[in-house]
């Protein structure tokens, strides 16, 4: 399989708890994106790579999200201190072009 | 205001009929758009794109763009069932790709 693999598919933490997901792009994009979609609305922008170069990043991320891509390959997307408003599927896509976007199954995160 | 505006629906079509769907955009900036096809429980996947005013057919599919309205839309000739889904607009400026909150179309037999 040769689409975008994301890891781990579920994650159920308590409050509190730090996480981290990880994406694996297609490994001829060199564009990398991570989004965040709640139940019944579209994915949200959270921050964008070319490359290893963490090109955006949403006004709406606060300081608790961070994200890295080294050597321009896996991403990882690591949420300090969860709540219970970070519960939502965080999707990863990668992309060769600017719009045209291949996106992984998602990682589901549930906080309780 | 939402950067990327769509009517949530549903919007109910009779097999076979076809479905109109629209959007808005409030960036001037945007360049390029895109509509995206989520079925529930999967991620989105793209349907097709447009970046010139006026209209782009893809099989089915026809997008139309106006800049000057700020409006985007789809239609879906000959819907199937397998059409049921939600329909995601998505506007492009610099590197950031903008979901309104999507349109779900229910074909019905």
């Known amino acids: 399989d040769t689409g975008v693999s994301q890891d781990p598919r579920h994650k159920i933490t308590k409050r509190g708890q730090n996480v981290t997901f990880r994406c694996d792009p297609i490994?001829?994009?060199?564009?990398l994106y991570w989004y965040r979609q709640t139940l019944g609305q579209g994915p949200e922008f959270l921050t964008y790579?070319?490359?290893?170069?963490?090109?955006?990043k949403s006004r709406l991320l606060s300081d608790r999200f961070s994200a890295e891509r080294p050597k321009g390959s896996f991403s990882t997307l690591e949420i300090q201190r969860t709540e219970q408003g970070d519960s939502a599927m965080y999707l990863c896509?990668?992309?060769?072009?600017?719009?045209?976007?291949?996106f992984g199954e998602g990682s589901r995160l549930t906080v309780l | 205001q939402k950067e990327v505006e769509q009517n949530s629906g549903p919007l109910s079509v009779p097999e076979g009929a076809i479905a109109s769907l629209n959007c808005t955009y409030s960036d001037r900036g945007s360049q390029s758009f895109f509509w995206y096809r989520q079925y529930s429980g999967k991620s989105p996947e793209l349907i097709m794109f447009i970046y010139s005013n006026g209209d782009k057919e893809d099989g089915r599919f026809t997008a139309q763009l106006n800049k000057a309205s700020q409006y985007v839309s789809l239609l879906i000739r000959d819907s199937q069932p397998s059409d049921s889904a939600t329909y995601l607009c998505a506007a492009a400026a610099g590197n950031k790709l903008t979901f309104g909150g999507g349109t779900r179309v229910l074909v019905k037999p």
């Open positions: 790579f070319q490359n290893e170069a963490q090109l955006e």
């Open positions: 490994s001829e994009h060199n564009r």
């Open positions: 896509a990668s992309s060769p072009t600017n719009g045209e976007l291949f």
